[in-house]
């Protein structure tokens, strides 16, 4: 089936760093998601992206819909303490509305030192 | 509530027990999704109700998973002699269009 790759795997990084992680796939997508879980919770929708080439803000986080639409990145500026947790991407595949399904990507650790 | 429920928020049983992990969904929102998620990974598909359609049970990952949603509302996913290797997070998430909401979890240990 469709798989959603996701890089890197993990970022530790210094409070203040930007960030950037991105994701991609062998086919298409309607839509792009990024969500944040953090610690014993549930992921939470940080931004979501509905046409190629988009580009979204949301306060320091930016996101994009790549214009071939099998990626997407979504940067983080200026980095706090309380931007930890995992960020995962996730993708609506083209299904003619049948379905809501997302294929989730694997996630990316973000770690921030104070 | 306003946002997906989901409990026991911990469940602790002995391999070769029976489970069963309760979803409240968002009012109103006729999707509901359950996944799996064990330690430091992504998130693994197991099943996916849409308002009276059958559900698509293409992720559970073999035949002592089930799930019902009865009266388009709450769910319940039954684990069948629970294996050590059912050990994770499972989270439900829910849905009115494609932007899904989650629950916070339950986790299951499994001794």
């Known amino acids: 089936g469709q798989q959603l790759n996701q890089s890197p795997q993990s970022m530790f990084i210094q409070e203040g760093e930007d960030v950037s992680m991105n994701c991609t796939s062998s086919s298409i997508f309607n839509t792009w998601l990024w969500y944040k879980q953090e610690p014993g919770e549930g992921p939470v929708l940080l931004i979501a992206?509905?046409?190629?080439?988009e580009l979204t803000s949301n306060g320091r986080l930016t996101a994009q819909f790549g214009i071939t639409r099998k990626d997407s990145f979504l940067n983080i500026s200026a980095s706090i303490p309380s931007d930890v947790g995992i960020y995962f991407c996730?993708?609506?595949?083209?299904?003619?509305?049948?379905?809501?399904?997302?294929?989730f990507g694997t996630g990316t650790l973000l770690a921030v030192q104070p | 509530g306003a946002g997906v429920s989901q409990s026991p928020s911990n469940k602790v049983t002995e391999k070769g027990k029976d489970v069963e992990l309760r979803c409240d969904p968002i009012?109103?929102?006729?999707?509901l999704y359950w996944y799996r998620q064990s330690l430091g990974q992504g998130l693994e598909f197991l099943i996916y109700?849409?308002?009276?359609?059958?559900?698509?049970k293409s992720g559970l990952p073999s035949d002592r998973f089930s799930a019902e949603r009865t009266g388009g509302s709450v769910s319940t996913l039954t684990i069948q002699r629970t294996q050590q290797e059912d050990s994770a997070v499972y989270l439900c998430?829910?849905?009115?269009?494609?932007?899904?909401?989650f629950g916070a979890g339950t986790r299951l240990s499994v001794l």
């Open positions: 109700f849409q308002g009276n359609s059958a559900p698509d």
């Open positions: 998430a829910s849905s009115l269009g494609h932007i899904q909401y």
């Open positions: 009012s109103g929102h006729t999707a």
């Open positions: 996730a993708g609506q595949p083209p299904s003619g509305g049948a379905t809501n399904k997302l294929i």
């Open positions: 992206l509905y046409k190629a080439g």
